[in-house]
């Protein structure tokens, strides 16, 4: 896993050395250089394939994908062939880049659940495309995203998109069975998606803030490799004083970093250069894992492990109870989450050459939960308190939480620079007006609207 970065067409050595160069926190470089394309792959850890990759009938291929799977060779033999039907049935965690010189096509494709980013924009001088939104943006390109699940196939003479979807979020039909059988079913699955995710590491970071979904991640990390959990709070905060108490009982080494308020202010610009979104939520949500990726690379760990995923999965949050057709907006969700979560924690733990790796979001985990009757996870998210119980105790796997930035008070102090900025809240949406501005000193103007609007256009 890294990232990959590449154009074709009419592009001088220096433009190329920039786009490269903006990648390198993603890891040690391979790239290919011809006088029409250049392409290049970021190794962050251990690769087991030489890139970017050469084909008979001028072809070339860079994949960026999660290579703890077992299904890395036959899903190069699709690409190499084209078969882009087995690529994106796989269940593999993957972005690609294909290009077709002879034709003069290129092909873009994304995993269903969008756990690789990939980015591109069409400029005078060609294409370009990269794992690295923000910087793309920071080098004034518009810049358009690859949907997960989809294909696409670019004409770069007629510098036409086509886009075909190959695989997408489905409600299965599933037997009630008792909650003993779904526990078990559930627990195989989650530690079968935790072992191939550390068949690789023998240590790792957990975002940690002492509820269900993390206590239960790191319980069944623990059995695997060794750990070390970490948490981001202002002092006082639920995460913080709970996440304590919560690896005390687990008898697991935890890190607290307790922040100030004028780090928070400090912390702003930097999160939001990379998150590239001026929106509270996003802010609110991606500082305080800033912050812990950074301090996770500091203590020598390159993985961090996250619960992220969850609540969307097995409702966990009030909005799904509340909706008439709960499993539909699940799926809406779903097809949201690599844009509103994904993308944001991926860039943010890469900015510290930190890789994430999202258990629950496994896809055998998502077709699973999508498979169960709606009423199984009432109350909220049974299904995994149920599994938990018989790992963890009591006070942990009947805890409810809070949203990180609500459970850390951040979003709480982020308010409070606003408005100490002159941004009030009779303005409307003035924290995200106050981030905006921010935004202005960081980003050219033209890709200002896309940093304050992101792809709602």
């Not at 190499?80 to 039907?85: A, D, L």
């Not at 358009?144 to 998109?161: A, E, M, Q």
């Not at 959990?229 to 905060?237: I, M, P």
């Not at 202010?265 to 950074?294: C, H, M, Q, W």
Request: hydrophobic letters at 35%; proline letters at 3%.
């Amino acid at each position: 896993m890294g990232g990959l970065v590449g154009g074709i067409g009419e592009y001088n050595g220096e433009k190329i050395e920039e786009l490269i160069n903006s990648h390198t926190n993603r890891g040690r470089v391979c790239e290919l250089r011809e006088d029409e394309f250049f392409l290049a792959k970021f190794n962050l850890n251990c690769e087991q394939f030489e890139q970017p990759l050469s084909i008979p009938g001028q072809k070339y291929v860079v994949i960026d994908c999660n290579l703890f799977e077992e299904k890395t060779s036959g899903l190069l033999n699709s690409l190499e062939n084209k078969n882009f039907n087995e690529v994106f049935n796989t269940g593999q965690e993957f972005a690609f880049v294909l290009l077709d010189q002879k034709n003069d096509l290129v092909f873009l494709g994304r995993d269903l659940i969008g756990s690789r980013p990939l980015f591109y924009s069409k400029t005078n001088d060609g294409l370009i495309f990269g794992s690295e939104r923000h910087e793309m943006l920071n080098q004034g390109y518009s810049v358009s995203r690859v949907d997960p699940g989809c294909l696409l196939k670019i004409d770069v003479d007629k510098r036409n998109v086509f886009t075909k979807r190959f695989s997408s979020f489905e409600v299965g039909k599933r037997d009630f069975r008792k909650i003993s059988r779904l526990k078990k079913d559930f627990l195989e699955r989650f530690k079968k998606s935790v072992g191939k995710r550390t068949r690789d590491i023998e240590e790792a970071a957990v975002a940690f803030s002492g509820g269900v979904d993390s206590s239960f991640l790191a319980k069944i990390l623990s059995q695997e490799i060794d750990l070390k959990l970490f948490t981001v709070g202002l002092e006082g905060s639920n995460d913080i004083e709970w996440s304590e108490k919560a690896s005390d009982i687990l008898e697991l080494p935890h890190k607290k970093i307790v922040i100030g308020v004028e780090e928070i202010k400090n912390l702003i610009e930097p999160t939001l250069k990379v998150v590239a979104d001026a929106n509270r939520l996003k802010i609110g949500v991606g500082l305080p894992f800033y912050l812990l990726s950074r301090e996770v690379k500091k203590h020598g760990f390159d993985v961090i492990f996250s619960g992220q995923g969850s609540d969307e999965l097995f409702l966990g949050y009030d909005k799904y109870r509340r909706s008439g057709n709960p499993k539909q907006k699940i799926i809406n969700d779903l097809k949201n989450n690599a844009q509103e979560n994904t993308e944001r924690d991926e860039a943010i733990c890469m900015d510290n050459s930190v890789e994430i790796r999202n258990p629950y979001m496994d896809r055998d985990i998502v077709d699973f939960a999508l498979s169960l009757p709606y009423e199984i996870n009432l109350p909220e998210k049974r299904v995994v308190r149920e599994t938990a119980r018989s790992v963890l105790p009591k006070e942990i796997w009947r805890r409810n939480k809070k949203s990180v930035q609500y459970g850390t008070k951040i979003d709480r102090e982020i308010d409070r620079v606003a408005r100490r900025e002159g941004y009030k809240r009779k303005m409307g949406n003035h924290v995200d007006k106050y981030l905006t501005s921010v935004a202005e000193d960081l980003f050219p103007s033209q890709v200002l609207e896309e940093v304050s609007n992101y792809f709602d256009n």
